[in-house]
T-cell receptor
């Protein structure tokens, strides 16, 4: 089945130690998103790639970076994790503005990576 | 930006009861989705419903775009329905594909 995959599902890192979370998709969607969700809060968009174009939300800390080497993969890099970065990180995809397809903005989410910072 | 309000924030139901969750939004939308977040944190797509009515088993949803609200109906609730239900919208225009989430409704279904 086509899907959005996130690895690892659980990640423990030390304060200040760089960490990378990965997301892959078999849906062939052109837009990929990273969300941060803290306990008892709604998901918050960090950034997204529209095809190869990177779009950063205005309030996303500089500590967060992203890479999309190809259509299928997207990475979230946290350069120096702090205790406040402990959260669930969700990857999502959608198919937007593709010629020959109808208008649909539906987003599909992966299972998430729960990050703990010690 | 667009504002999304969900009500009620918390809901406790006896197994077998019916419920209605509401989502109000402040601007016209091209995208509206309902999600169920399970205890493991995964967001499960329930409905993509920028307008109209859809049904899937015991769940159904209606969006009245002109009046800027959407409703999610859960009938004959089961304990497995417990979790947080999110409404998320994308406003009309250039940012339609970007979702803004409401704060969610936490549903607890007790046996």
């Amino acid at each position: 089945d086509a899907m959005v995959i996130q690895n690892p599902r659980y990640q423990v890192t030390q304060f200040g130690k760089p960490v990378t979370l990965s997301c892959s998709q078999t849906l062939n969607h052109n837009v990929m998103y990273w969300y941060q969700q803290k306990s008892s809060q709604a998901p918050k968009l960090l950034f997204h790639y529209y095809d190869k174009d990177f779009n950063n939300e205005a309030d996303t800390p500089d500590n967060f970076q992203s890479r999309r080497p190809n259509t299928s993969f997207c990475f979230l890099d946290i350069r120096s994790p702090g205790l406040g970065d402990a959260a669930m990180y969700l990857c999502a995809t959608s198919r937007v503005g593709v010629i020959g397809t109808g208008p649909s903005y539906e987003q599909y989410f992966g299972p998430g990576t729960r990050l703990t910072v010690t | 930006g667009i504002q999304v309000e969900q009500s009620p924030p918390d809901l406790i139901l006896q197994e077998g009861a019916n419920s209605t969750l509401r989502c109000n939004f402040s601007d016209s939308v091209n995208n509206l989705q309902w999600f169920h977040q399970n205890p493991w944190g995964q967001l499960i797509n329930l409905f993509y419903i920028p307008s109209g009515t859809k049904q899937n088993g015991r769940l159904s949803a209606t969006t009245v775009a002109t009046e800027r609200y959407s409703l999610l109906y859960i009938s004959s609730s089961q304990t497995t329905d417990s979790g947080v239900y999110f409404c998320a919208v994308g406003s009309s225009g250039a940012g339609s594909y970007q979702l803004t989430f409401g704060k969610g409704t936490k549903l607890s279904v007790i046996p």
